[in-house]
Structure formats: C-alpha cells, structure tokens
C-alpha cells in the first residue's frame, strides 16, 4: 500500500480552505503587479523624473521629524507641517496632508523619520502588514487566513496611500482574536488602538456588558501609560496642539469638506456627498452609532458564538465612525475573517457565496465608483453577521 493511499482524503473543510487561500493568493498577485506597474510608470512612491511622491505618509513622516527636532507641537500647524512635508520630498506639491494623531503616535513617526523619506515608507507598510497578516492567521486557524489577509482589496488602497491601515486591522485583530485565551494582551492592543481613538468608541460599551474587566482595565492602563509616556517626551505643549486644531481640523474635513465628501465612506460621508446638510449628517451617523451600540451590547451578553460578536464589533467600529477612509477598511478583513472561521467549520451559507464576492468588488471599484463603495462592503458583512445570527438562533430554538 502506497503512502498516498495511506493518507487521510481531503475533508470539505481542507477543500474549503484551498479555495479560500487560492483566491486570496491570487488577488495577493494581483496586487503585486499592479503596484510593480505603478511604480515603474511613476506613480508610486517615486514619480517619472525619479523624484520621491508625495502622499499620505508624508504626513507621518514629517511629524516625526519635527519631533526629532524638539517640535512636536509644530506638527499641528499646518503651514509649518506642510514646510516640513516639502522637506520630506524635495520638490513642492499642490495637496497638504494633515498630522491629525494624538502625540502617542509621535513615537511611530520619529522612528520612521530617521529614514529617508523614499525608504521610510516602504518600511512602514512591510513592518505593519507582519502583524495584520499574523492576526488574520490566528482568527482564521488555517494557512488560508496568511492569503485572505494579503487578498484584501483594501489592503491595494492602503499600500498606494502609505497609511495605517494594516495596523489598525492589527490592534482590532489582536484585541478580538486574543481576548478569549489573552485577555490581558488583548486589552494591550486595544490600548494601543488609541492612537485611533475613533475605532474605538464601542469597545468599552462591550467590554462593561460583557464584563471582560481584564481586557477593559488592561486597555485603560496602556492607554494612559503612552498618553503619559508622549507627554514626558515629546512635552506638553504637544498635546496642548492637538486640544487645539482638532476642532480647526473637524470643521475643515467634516464641516466644509475640504478632503472630499466622497472619499469619507461613512455614513456621514454618504449623506453630504449627496448633499444633506451637516444636522442631517451627524443625525443619522449618531443614531446609527447608537442604535449599534445598543445591538452589540445585547448581542455580548447572548448566547451567540464568540465569531459572530467578534465580527460584529470590529464591524461596528467601523461603521459608528463619520471619520473613515477606504485604507481603514483593512480592518473590514476581521470580521470577514471570524466569518471564514464559522464558514469553514460549518460550511458556507447561499448568502456568504454571494456577499463575500460582492464586497470584494465594492472595494476594488473604490477608484472608479466615486462614491462610498467601503460603506456599502461594511454594509454586506454586517447583513452576513445577521444572517449568521438568524440562522444559528433559529436552529438552536429547534433544537429546545
């Protein structure tokens, strides 16, 4: 008897994860040529004269120079940041891209800063996709997790930009794919999340519901030992600045919309892009965080497995925020993740076949749809989490 005949044939779930991990690959390699050809026609970290581009990192980087030099609080004047972004490149350009963190982050953009700027970057997005891959591993407990990490759409978008996204999809990865068996180091990365406090608004709603106290306390300490730790360091009159442009920086972006009311895929973004006017806007964004926070925290103390509530947080957060950006959306990979991990256990529902394709599509029409596709894909998880739901509360109510 041969050792192929010895082996164990291929179970439907060991099937399942090949087909996962072979689109995901091959959307990884999709990507890859995509950015090879956009680097070698010059719009991609270096434009057709050799000379470095100028686009979201610059941000960062120029913050953490600035705080190299014993200016941090420069940082959030916008006429001396956009001097330094200037510095950064080389050359001159028409856009400014705001430092809009609290002073915690200063520690990120001051390592990055001791880099050249061209070199920076690339750096940057390698060290925090190692974690967002290895998180999206562990929520999916099969190979596959490696390439449905490296196969998500929004990931394209956040390479092209520069941004953080990979390490915001980290930190809400960690904290819910770490929280049952590591509470304590869930609540680290949760602390961590702060340097995005936005995506964070209904975790401790959870948390108390759910009387996870190790990860709510854990989180609470980490965060106020890096707000304290950046006040020692980068000094006081840092975070003075940040207390005093962020209402300057909230009227420009969310007020008069100054980035552009399509590229905010929020509902709020949604809304003025349409033309509604602010009231409205903030109405409906306020209510729809509300409305989510009271379904989470019913949802946390019910008897539904831990995949659909971890999926449907890391959804949440990112739907009750009116400050969201199609590079945030990495983060959309989490609960699509804990999704895959119930599917592949469970097999894949006829609604799952079909939405999973559909928000892959929404994210990858970001460029030519000019319209807030990322809202809609976090709309398709949020339904599949209900489907989920339905389904599993209607098979355990025929089981009693």
Not at 111 to 122: D, E, G, N, T
Not at 139 to 149: H, K, P, Y
Not at 150 to 173: D, H, K, S, V
Not at 280 to 295: D, G, T
Request: charged share 10%; aromatic share 14%; with cysteine.
């Amino acid at each position: 008897m041969s050792a192929q005949d010895l082996a164990a044939p291929d179970t439907p779930q060991d099937s399942a994860a090949r087909a996962v991990g072979l689109i995901g690959l091959t959307l990884a390699l999709a990507y890859a040529v995509v950015l090879y050809g956009a680097y070698v026609g010059g719009h991609w970290l270096f434009d057709p004269q050799g000379r470095p581009i100028a686009n979201d990192f610059v941000n960062v980087w120029a913050a953490g120079k600035l705080a190299l030099e014993g200016h941090a609080a420069d940082a959030y004047d916008w006429t001396l940041h956009k001097a330094m972004e200037v510095r950064a490149v080389g050359h001159a350009f028409d856009n400014y891209y705001g430092w809009h963190y609290p002073p915690m982050f200063f520690f990120a953009a001051a390592i990055l800063a001791q880099m050249p700027y061209a070199a920076a970057m690339p750096v940057w997005l390698g060290v925090t996709l190692l974690p967002y891959v290895a998180a999206m591993r562990g929520i999916v407990g099969e190979r596959a997790g490696f390439f449905v990490a490296l196969g998500f759409p929004a990931g394209l978008w956040n390479a092209t930009a520069g941004q953080n996204g990979f390490l915001t999809a980290a930190l809400i990865g960690g904290t819910l794919g770490l929280m049952e068996r590591h509470p304590a180091l869930a609540g680290v990365c949760l602390g961590l999340l702060s340097y995005k406090p936005h995506f964070g608004l209904l975790f401790p709603i959870v948390l108390i519901a759910s009387r996870r106290w190790r990860v709510f306390i854990t989180a609470a300490i980490t965060a106020f030992a890096m707000a304290a730790a950046s006040w020692i360091v980068f000094g006081h009159a840092a975070w003075q600045a940040f207390f005093r442009w962020m209402p300057v920086t909230g009227g420009v972006v969310l007020g008069d919309g100054a980035a552009d009311w399509q590229r905010l895929q929020s509902l709020f973004g949604l809304i003025r892009s349409f033309g509604g006017g602010e009231a409205l806007a903030w109405s409906a964004q306020s209510a729809l965080a509300v409305m989510l926070a009271i379904a989470l925290a019913w949802l946390w103390r019910s008897r539904a497995v831990f995949e659909l509530k971890a999926a449907a947080l890391a959804t949440g957060a990112l739907l009750a925020t009116p400050y969201l950006y199609i590079y945030d959306l990495v983060a959309l990979a989490i609960p699509v993740a804990f999704l895959l991990r119930l599917a592949l256990k469970r097999g894949f529902s006829a609604a799952e076949m079909i939405g999973l394709p559909a928000l892959t599509l929404l994210l990858l029409a970001y460029p030519y749809a000019k319209t807030q596709v990322g809202f809609a894909a976090a709309l398709v998880v949020a339904l599949l989490i209900a489907q989920r739901a339905w389904t599993g509360a209607r098979h355990t109510a025929v089981q009693n």
